[in-house]
């Protein structure tokens, strides 16, 4: 019988493995358990696949979506306006919310499990910001968005085309009819999409040329108009005569930006592009914002052409806006968010915000010197009048997209105002010239916010 | 931090939330069914947990006390003690009676006692020769009180308990129950089921609230009537019983939850379950009739599977179901049982390999037989039962390592050949990869799991129940969503201590027989449970078995409750259970003497030591009650 008894270990090893299993289990109950409760089939926080509890409002306050009921804001403006950051009817908006934050819409704790009546999720958007943006837009396609570069908040972000989310039945019946007017229309374009950037691309090449140069003090250049280089015309709109890096970068005088393309070379335009933070990816709440691209290419032409922002270069919006940002903060901003705060009903915080800090790879020194010439732009080219008294940094962009489109209209910068720490990217998609187009959005926009505050 | 901070929060909600109720609903009756809802939701787990407590501390708590049966005296007037009913005598260290001679052999002999009293001398392999009075055995021999057996050149004679003793011993050894007073966990246990019954009347449909409430009463008289059974009988040992019990009240619970129509037919196999548990436990305490009853078992198990084979029905994507009639029911659940009956043996035929090979043929043929009906989750639970027995019976760690490894090879080919399986296998560790289609189980009760937190939604307020097969294979999540995780957890709480207790109860196990069938059940019933609990929340891939006692499902009541007679028939606390005859009050006549004519070892040596030297001096009225002792090197 002791032989015997000296193998039941091979029983309790058993009920010892069962043990662990379910330590294991409840370890990844408490570390899991919002996850899975918030799996879109939960009956308790979800009907029809739609979540039936808790809710989404802007920074102060205005009711967005209602859980419970399925209803939204109020104003149809603002609706539309808001669609792409709080998500259409059937969750076809990936960037919305509804989807990212429904873990919070959800009032869940392990001890309890999932309560009735859900939380309020604060949005750190402006509805009338956007609701300004989206009519500032005017029907465009594009996106407008600001945010505060020293907390990160997202102010306003519109995307276009957008829709009505009461009409989302209709819309995607449109998408599936294959309706051009909504090509894209379930994508944020401020955040998942990327561009070709034009002009504002010159803040890298800028940059590059100021470290690696001397250009702030040695650059100099002659622009006739065009100038030929391995058989490629670069051209410009006008002749802008003898001009040194400021009068270049104000210009926009693509030739003057060729030149200094083709002397930096395409793997340091490339490590700047790199730096800055346009060729990764940026998490935004959970959601990774779509990667820009910049192609090393032997060819002088195609690298003449890369260095005004054209050639293969694409930029997406929420990355330029935080390269504006750290810009703005010398080397390193906040990263943007979109969430504010989580309160049950009884308005008790039940979740932490955290916040993280982008930085970009470039010297503190070099971004002051680009946030001297991109305030030189906006006093001597772009005109202050229309910003007031804001202290707008900005460049344009006007991004030639084939012979038979017109170009995207890009206005970025930032307002070096330690009271108004905002940075904006406007774009306008075939919109024309940018300074015009986008910059009067930009101005716009920030009026309303700056006006507001 | 986040899940701390809301809960708090969350916490705090709920209780305004509750006061705010008390205010603005004004009617007393509302008030009070309100406050009463909260209430039971932590007066559930709290009584689930101080049941499982009580059973547990009372099963595991404190050390066994050792039987004594005999003991073999050397010339020198030193004894052993025998605390077996088989006792392994030889020169290794891992034998009952270790005998440091030269001449001895590592495993030299074995004294094994019947349940009529009657001991028996085998001799098992020995160089020097096995001899009883001065005679050479080489056959099976009948020893009697004062017979000197010699194995070599050691001298021992030997002495069994007589009735009048082992009376007297049972008289003093401490009886369960007198701690934890098994009425007043019973008590617990009925409030209990109480509160599950008033709950579920309320919430399920008019025409079923008839069933509940009579299913509970039946089962909560039951459950008294059982208990009353053995304290008419002595006995005093119910946790096991208990704790099964509060396993069956779970799932009358869910099945009064997911498919009320059903609750009667479940409920009548809970007492055909109990018929069958008392059934095995009587048979059990005749140890030569269960072992006769081995061969028609095993024969009827071979013919039902066979038929199994060759008519079942495809019901749940396994053709292991069998229909007769409006009966359906699962032969390979009720072979459990059966299984478990031919595997057991006792310590005389453990050395012989020919016995094995038996054992071997007929797990063969249940794993094939299973495998054919691709219920490979129940063929998985019989190759792993196989392997323990195998292990307890020869202890040889290479051989079960070899099996582990053909049948994994085995497994391999069945994945090859068997999409269905091998897509389990795909999916396991991706669930949520696809919440639809493969991993639609598994995901729904991850998230019905959170969704009930500790504490549960409240009965009726689940949904996992509305899922195909959620109250057999996704029972925990349907549990745990709607009583809470506490309870969840204490459901399989109960099978880990059923398996630790087995283990435990082995020190002082009478026969190999029953240490070998308790041990290969609570394997049974753990491989079960981490099957199906895993399975469903994806730490294992699905299998689909039952979860024991709390899965809803006729023939795994049945086979649960039976296999529950084998945990108590190696359960030798005095007078814990039925499976286990108590000693008569009155000595018999045939092999008797009275005690004061051959003294027994004094008291004082035996209480201590298994070992010493005999004090002639006198019979002391008490005879030993031996706490283990750490024995083991």
């Known amino acids: 019988m002791r032989k015997l008894r000296g193998r039941t270990w091979f029983v309790l090893l058993f009920a010892l493995l069962l ?27 979800y009907t029809n696949g739609r979540i039936a509890t808790g809710s989404i409002t802007d920074r102060n306050g205005l009711l967005l979506y209602d859980g419970e009921t399925g209803d939204y804001a109020e104003d149809r403006t603002i609706r539309t306006a808001t669609l792409h950051a709080v998500g259409d009817q059937y969750g076809n908006i990936m960037s919305g919310a509804k989807l990212l934050f429904r873990q919070y819409m959800a009032s869940y704790n392990p001890i309890t499990g999932v309560g009735t009546g859900g939380n309020r999720v604060a949005l750190t958007i402006d509805a009338q910001l956007n609701a300004a943006a989206y009519q500032a837009l005017d029907g465009r396609q594009g996106t407008v968005a600001v945010y505060n570069y020293n907390t990160g908040e997202i102010l306003c972000m519109v995307s276009s085309p957008t829709f009505d989310p009461y009409d989302s039945e209709a819309v995607l019946a449109a998408v599936n009819a294959g309706d051009s007017r909504y090509d894209g229309v379930y994508l944020n374009h401020f955040l998942s999409a990327s561009f070709t950037p034009g002009s504002i691309f010159k803040v890298v090449t800028t940059a590059a040329a100021i470290d690696h140069l001397n250009a702030l003090e040695d650059f100099s250049f002659t622009c006739t108009g065009s100038m030929e280089i391995g058989g490629t015309t670069i051209t410009c709109p006008s002749v802008h005569g003898e001009q040194d890096l400021a009068g270049a970068l104000a210009n926009s005088c693509n030739c003057a930006y060729a030149q200094l393309a083709l002397e930096l070379g395409g793997e340091t335009l490339q490590k700047y592009a790199k730096s800055a933070g346009l060729l990764n990816a940026i998490k935004v709440s959970g959601i990774d914002s779509a990667k820009g691209s910049y192609t090393v290419t032997n060819d002088a032409g195609s690298l003449a052409w890369s260095g005004v922002g054209q050639y293969t270069d694409l930029v997406n919006p929420c990355s330029e806006l935080v390269l504006m940002g750290c810009i703005a903060g010398e080397g390193s901003a906040k990263t943007p968010t979109l969430l504010k705060s989580v309160t049950s009903d009884l308005g008790l915080p039940t979740a932490l915000i955290s916040s993280s800090t982008s930085s970009i790879g470039w010297k503190a020194s070099t971004c002051r010197a680009v946030k001297a010439l991109m305030r030189n732009n906006v006093t001597n080219h772009y005109g202050q009048s229309q910003f007031g008294d804001l202290p707008v940094c900005a460049k344009s962009g006007t991004a030639e997209v084939g012979s038979d489109a017109a170009p995207h209209a890009w206005f970025v910068g930032f307002i070096d105002d330690p009271d108004h720490p905002y940075a904006f990217v406007v774009l306008v998609e075939n919109g024309g010239w940018g300074s015009s187009v986008a910059g009067s959005i930009a101005a716009t926009v920030l009026n309303v916010l700056c006006g507001s505050d | 931090m986040d899940s701390i901070l809301s809960f708090f929060s969350g916490f705090w909600t709920d209780l305004q939330r509750l006061f705010s109720s ?90 094994i006692r019947d349940d009529k009293g009657i001991w028996t001398l085998y001799p098992l392999r020995n160089k020097n020769g096995v001899y009883l009075g001065g005679t050479e055995v080489t056959e099976p021999t009948r020893v009697s009180d004062d017979d000197v057996i010699a194995l070599g050149a050691a001298q021992l004679t030997f002495r069994a308990l007589s009735p009048a003793e082992e009376a007297e011993q049972a008289k003093t050894r401490t009886r369960p129950g007198k701690v934890f007073s098994p009425g007043v966990t019973l008590i617990m246990l009925s409030l209990f089921q109480a509160i599950l019954c008033l709950q579920l009347g309320r919430g399920v449909e008019a025409e079923y609230q008839q069933s509940v409430y009579t299913s509970f009463g039946v089962l909560c008289a039951l459950m008294w009537g059982v208990y009353i059974i053995y304290r008419i009988f002595r006995r005093t040992g119910f946790e096991i019983e208990t704790l099964a019990f509060f396993l069956t009240s779970l799932c009358l619970t869910v099945t009064a939850d997911s498919a009320p129509a059903t609750l009667y037919k479940q409920l009548l196999t809970v007492i055909l379950g109990i018929v069958l548990f008392f059934a095995l436990s009587i048979v059990l305490r005749d140890l030569d009739f269960a072992k006769k009853l081995r061969w028609p078992a095993a024969a009827a198990a071979v013919a039902l599977l066979a038929f199994n084979v060759l008519l079942g029905q495809r019901l749940f994507g396994a053709k292991n179901w069998m229909v007769i009639g409006p009966i359906s029911f699962q032969p390979s659940e009720l072979v459990k049982v059966v299984f478990i ?21 007929f797990s063969a043929y249940c794993v094939g037989c299973l495998a054919l009906m691709s219920d490979f989750g129940t063929a998985l639970i019989f190759f792993v039962a196989f392997l323990a027995i195998a292990f307890l019976r020869s202890g040889d760690l290479p051989s079960v390592a070899f099996m582990t490894a053909a049948a994994g090879f085995a497994g391999f080919i069945v994945i090859h050949f068997r999409p269905y399986v091998a897509n389990r296998f795909a999916i396991y560790r991706h669930v949520w990869e696809d919440t639809s289609g493969l991993g639609y189980q598994q995901t729904r009760t991850l998230s019905a799991l959170a969704s009930g937190g500790l ?29 809470g995780l506490i309870i969840a957890v204490l459901a399989v709480v109960v099978i880990i201590l059923l398996a630790l207790f087995t283990v435990k109860s082995a020190a002082t196990g009478r026969s190999s027989f029953y240490v070998i ?117």
Request: charged fraction near 20%; hydrophobic fraction near 45%.
């Open chain 2, 517 to 633: 069938a308790a041990c290969a059940t609570a394997m049974i019933f753990v491989v079960q449970t981490m099957l199906n609990v895993f399975g469903s929340t994806d730490l294992l891939p699905l299998t689909g078995v039952t979860l024991p006692f709390v899965s809803c499902g006729g023939s795994s009541m049945m086979a649960c409750w039976c296999l529950l007679a084998y945990i108590k028939a190696s359960d030798t606390r005095q007078n814990a259970g039925i499976a286990i005859r108590l000693p008569k009050r009155k000595p018999g006549k045939a092999s008797d003497r009275p005690a004061e004519l051959d003294p027994p070892p004094a008291s004082d040596d035996l209480s201590n030591r298994s070992t010493g030297r005999w004090n002639p001096a006198g019979f002391s009225a008490k005879l030993s009650i031996h706490r283990e002792e750490e024995e083991e090197t």
């Open chain 1, 19 to 45: 043990t662990a299993g379910i330590c294991i289990l409840l370890g990844m109950y408490f570390v899991k358990g919002s996850e899975w409760a918030s799996f879109s089939a939960n009956s308790h926080l």
């Open chain 2, 455 to 483: 504490f549960g939604q409240g009965l009726g307020n689940g949904w996992l129940k509305h899922i195909g097969a959620a109250n057999t294979d996704l029972v925990f999540g349907v549990i745990a969503e709607e009583l």
């Open chain 2, 22 to 111: 008390f205010g603005s609903e004004g009617s007393f009756l509302s008030l009070a069914v309100g406050t009463l809802d909260v209430v039971c939701r932590f007066l559930l787990p709290l009584l689930a947990l101080l049941v499982v407590v009580r059973c547990a501390r009372s099963l595991l708590q404190g050390k066994l006390e050792t039987e004594s049966w005999g003991w073999l005296t050397d010339p020198d007037g030193n004894y052993q003690v025998m605390h077996h009913w088989e006792v392994l005598l030889g020169r290794s260290r891992r034998c009952d009676i270790v005998l440091n001679d030269p001449t001895v052999s590592r495993n030299h002999a074995a004294l």
């Open chain 2, 341 to 361: 009956l031919v595997g057991a043996t006792t310590l005389d035929r453990m050395f012989a390999r020919r016995n094995l090979i038996f054992t071997l043929v």
